[in-house]
């Protein structure tokens, strides 16, 4: 299996900024997708990366404040996230999908290999 760990939550302002990481073992040949799940509630798509790097999907609920990119000599990526609201509070998950052409689909039970998940707080 593909081993995945995401890094850089914490407690920030309505407003703030946070810069999340996700470190694997491989991301080789791999698209990868930021994921989010607030208790309660269903396991959310934010956004996809293809295996190159040319190209990204975002949901709409993020789009124009979160950006993701990737690093493939040191197997991590990113995900940049600015003007934060309360409503982004939320587990975040990094997880891969074997994808040469394309970033990966927003449905969850179509990724291969998840991380843990780092908890990302926004409250005044």
């Known amino acids: 299996q593909v081993q995945l760990v995401e890094s850089g939550g914490g407690l920030v302002q309505p407003g703030g900024s946070l810069r999340l990481s996700c470190t694997a073992s491989?991301?080789?040949?791999?698209?990868v997708g930021w994921f989010r799940q607030a208790p309660g509630r269903e396991r959310e798509f934010i956004t996809s990366?293809?295996?190159?790097?040319?190209?990204?999907t975002y949901a709409d609920s993020v789009k124009g404040r979160f950006t993701m990119s990737r690093d493939n000599a040191k197997n991590t990526v990113y995900l940049q996230m600015n003007s934060l609201r309360p409503e982004d509070t939320a587990v975040y998950y990094c997880?891969?999908?074997?994808?040469?052409?394309?970033?990966?689909?927003?449905?969850?039970?179509?990724?291969?290999?998840w991380g843990q998940g780092t908890q990302v707080t926004v409250s005044s």
């Open positions: 997880a891969v999908i074997r994808s040469l052409a394309r970033p990966g689909p927003p449905e969850a039970k179509m990724y291969d290999y």
């Open positions: 491989t991301l080789r040949q791999y698209a």
């Open positions: 990366i293809d295996w190159a790097g040319g190209s990204t």
